[in-house]
């Protein structure tokens, strides 16, 4: 795979993750009886829903930006492993009739994530050693 294949590759990957994560943002933060469903259940409404959001909202523009592409991912994958495990446990695959959607999402989402997290490595590496 060229330099050039790896790059476009890996755009796309930020892309499929911070659109999926921005997208389901109107949903949380206008309070879409779906949204309101799902954090009800968990027994994290309103709070779990708007802070759900707020760390999504983060996660997708650190993955937008180059140089946090790598934290931005790290943050995207660990939403996505809670809101797997709350699928998995709780809510189930499909949610109201929505044919798994939501959990396909996340799947998508987390996938893409931990492909980032491991391309970016060496990145994450060297924020972690520079807080040290």
């Not at 796309?12 to 954090?39: H, N």
């Not at 707020?54 to 650190?62: C, D, G, H, Q, R």
Request: glycine content about 12%.
């Amino acid at each position: 795979m060229t330099s050039q294949q790896k790059h476009i590759g890996g755009w796309i990957l930020r892309l499929i993750a911070a659109v999926i994560m921005l997208q389901t943002l109107f949903f949380k933060f206008t309070g879409a009886p779906e949204s309101i469903y799902i954090f009800s259940r968990l027994g994290m409404e309103p709070w779990g829903r708007i802070g759900t959001g707020v760390m999504e909202f983060i996660a997708s523009i650190l993955i937008l930006i180059p140089r946090t592409k790598g934290l931005g991912a790290l943050l995207g994958l660990g939403l996505m492993s809670g809101a797997l495990f709350f699928h998995l446990t709780s809510l189930g695959i499909v949610v109201q009739n929505d044919h798994g959607v939501l959990f396909g999402m996340a799947l998508l989402v987390f996938a893409s994530c931990l492909i980032l997290v491991v391309a970016n490595r060496v990145q994450l590496r060297s924020l972690i050693k520079n807080k040290s």
